[in-house]
């Protein structure tokens, strides 16, 4: 059907176009032939339960077995005549959102076929530099990771997505509801913090509007940040910053640079180029005024109601 669909626009196009007409035809071919061509389920993650329904499915959804990527799902049932519900397996080497082969079996043979959207849990680390730009867009709108909590305060920090607004939510266990707390609606960057119990954390990342591109997801606790780059402030130095970035991480760290010194507190705090940790030293800054400047509006710090703190 599509072939014949793109056959007919192109001959529209391309034979039919009035000489003073404006690009609109050339804009909606484009964006035709961008969407994509496989089915975007609603999750698409291992372990999501998620639904496929097309009218060839109908009369061919009971004692059928379902492949996806060629590795057979579980939690196949009949929705009704012509939908099927299952549970997304885990298919190796898929390291990002792509389309995959989508089969179904009746007595050895398959009866329907077609392409599914497939959505890694990517595997994160926390409080460590690194170089991973996901991709997103309104066509394919959600990507997931999963990283290893302590039952601490986390901040969350997206950026790079120059021209698209991009929200946050959680879910603590598999196709349970995820849970939005990072929705400030802007572009370019958002951030939050969020309490969590120590264990394993899935988070999805959901493009919202504007255009497509690549995110840089940065997350950390309140232990602070291992960093690329780190410097002093002050003579004699009683402020340090070490910053998040793609890495390597730096020897050269705030710990060695202030090592005369005893550390009085931690405040990593999220901006629009990502988390940095600013640590207070006791030749200049108590624990208590530390904690104050790190949390509190108007006494230096950035985004004050998304940082976090540790004293010492």
Known sequence: MKPILLITILCFLFNCKKKDSSNTEELLLGLYLLQPT???????????QNQIQNTDLTGKTSGVTVKVGGVSATGVSAISNDTLQFTM?????????????FSVEKDGAVVFSTKVRYRPLVSWTTNQPHSIYRPIDGRDNKSFIQFTAT?????????GHTFADL????????????????????DGAEFNRLT???GTVYVMVKHISGMGGSYLLQIANSS????????????????????????PATGNTCAVLQAAYTRTGRCTYPSDDGLTTRNYYNNGFTSGYA?????????GSQNEAESVFLAN
């Open 291 to 299: 904690q104050f400047t790190c949390l509190n509006a108007g006494n």
């Open 151 to 159: 039952a601490a305060d986390h901040v969350f920090n997206s950026f």
């Open 167 to 186: 929200d946050f939510y959680y879910f603590t266990s598999l196709n349970a509801t995820p849970i939005a707390f990072a929705e400030k609606r802007r």
């Open 224 to 247: 602070g940040v291992v960093p690329s780059s780190s410097a002093t402030l002050y003579t004699p130095p009683s402020l340090c910053y070490d910053t998040l970035g793609t890495g």
């Open 196 to 198: 969590l119990g120590a």
């Open 38 to 48: 496989d089915y975007v389920l609603e999750w698409g993650y291992p372990g999501s």
């Open 89 to 101: 397996p885990t298919i190796p080497g898929v390291t990002e959102n792509s389309a995959v082969d």
